[in-house]
Every structure is written in C-alpha cells, then in structure tokens.
C-alpha cells in the first residue's frame, strides 16, 4: 500500500485534501501561513521529525493498513509528544467545549430527566477518558521516556499497562445514539445538532487516537525494548540484576508497595512501626538498587513485578 503524503507534498495541499490533518498539524505544534512550503521544509523549519509527521498524517487519512511501513521508521520521541498533546486536547480542550455547548443545548432543569441522565452520562463518559489517558501520560509515557533514553527495563506486562483500560468509545457511541432515539423537546434543534456533530467528530477522532496507538505506538515501543535489550546484551544491565547486593529485601519491597499506593514517609513509619529515618534509608537503597529515581518508574516497577495491582495505584 503506497502512501498518500509523502515529504515533497505542499503542506497546504494536505490540509485542503483532509480536513482533519489539522488536528495532527496543531498536536505537532505546527503553525499556520506555511505558503507553497513543502511538508520537508516546514518539518525542518519547525523542528518536527518529518518521517513520525508523515506516518501520523498518512495513518490519518488512510488507517492502519499503512501502519507496517512506519513502525520501523519513526521517532518514539515524537510520536510520544504527539500523543500527550493529543491528551492535551481532548482533556482540557475538547471534552470541555462539548460539555459546555450539551448544556446550551438540552434542558437541563430538575424536571427534564432526560437532560440530567445525558449530562450525568457524558461526565461518566469524560471521567473514563481522563482516567485512561492520565494512566498514559503518568506511568506508560513515562516508562517509553525511559527507553527512548537507552535504557532497558526488565518487563513482563507494558500491554497491560497499555490496554488494562475499558472501551471508552462504546460510552461516547451509547451517548450519541440516547440523544438520537430519546431527546424530543419542542423547539430550535440548531444547538442541539450542532452539540451531536460535535460528538460525532470526537467519537472518529478518540477512535483514530486509539486506533493509532495500538498499530504504531505499542509496536515501535516493542521493537525499541528489543533494540535496547540487544544493544545492553542478552542480560538486564547489572543494576537491574538480581545479584547479592542489588536485590530488594522483604522490607524494601513493603516500602515500595506503600509509596506507590500514596503513602508519605510518615505513614509508612506508622504502618511499618519504624522510624521516618529509617524509611528514608529504604527509599535511598531502593533508588540506588533499581536506578529509578521517580515515582512514576516506581510504580512500573511495582505494577510490572507484581507488587501492586495497577487497580491499587493512587491516582490511576
């Protein structure tokens, strides 16, 4: 399957041909005025990787049919990016804005229930998207920062970080189809469907989102963990290794349970009858042990190595 944007293009061109590259444009962090620029110059002039530029635009406009070519060829770093701005945009920017016009447009008074059920189900919706992509943005980003970097984590589970997350897009869909089949009140139907075209832009563009992960994301992150396991050998390096010096005691395993889970110093002092000194020392062997020296890579470790569910997890 041949690509249908390739670097010699204007950029121009391709926003007249697909309407939704802006979006791609926009998370890229690309400005407008681009003139007769071809989509190179203005990669190199913006600073963005044009390959990960070009596999997310054609991966747009066509899907994943096209995903295999560029597994092998884009920046994890970029497409990294790509993906938190996206979060970006669909939780402080668009979510809020539909939120807002629903409300404009349904009745939303005590007597219409209804309206209060379809609200009360779009913030249940919103609620689900945030937690699905806060788990990203917090723990599995942070995980692929890491390996972007040349490091290699023994792992056993980035799928299930990755995927141990409920369908979102059915609830959206559900949405859309309660204010078709069941909202009649006499009266200007403008805002209203304006509000559901609105829905429906959101539902193709989370499903793309979605999509775009599990065909380029989590593939070039496996491929980056195998690179990096063969570059530092066929072992872990040696500050992962489980040798006499390195290895976790019981106790210092009971300290990362506790810190992942939420706890300060102090509560652990008071759940393990020891002193805040003496969690301090843990905390600082753990660091040195495992060469992990944020709570994000902590609680992958954790999650990863079973110390924790990821349903445990404060904040997830």
Known sequence: MADKYVASDKMSELINDDFRLLQ??????????????????????????????????????????VSNIWIDKISIKALTEYLRQAHTYFLDFLLPTIRRKLIEAIDCSARNEVAFLIL??????????????????????????????????????FDKLMLHQDPVEQKLSELKNIIIRFYNIPGDSNLLNTVLYDIFLCEEDLHTHYRMEEELFIPAVHRLEEYNKHQLGTAAPADLQNDDS???????????????????????ADKLFISINTVTTHRRNIARKLDIHSSAGLTIYAIVNKLVDIHDVKGL
């Open 120 to 157: 009360k189900f779009f913030d249940a919706y919103v609620a689900e998207v945030h937690k699905h992509m806060e788990l990203e943005n917090n723990t599995v980003f942070s995980y692929v920062d890491e390996l972007d970097a040349g490091k290699y984590i023994e792992h056993k589970s």
């Open 246 to 268: 390195n290895a976790l005691s019981d106790r210092e395993k009971e300290v990362i349970t506790w810190v992942v889970k939420g706890m300060t110093n102090k509560e652990i």
């Open 24 to 65: 791609v444009i926009s998370r890229f962090g690309l400005s407008l005025g681009f003139g007769d620029k071809t989509v190179r110059e203005v990669c190199d002039e913006q600073n963005v990787d044009c390959t990960t530029f070009l596999a997310v635009v054609n991966f747009t406009h066509l899907g994943e049919k």
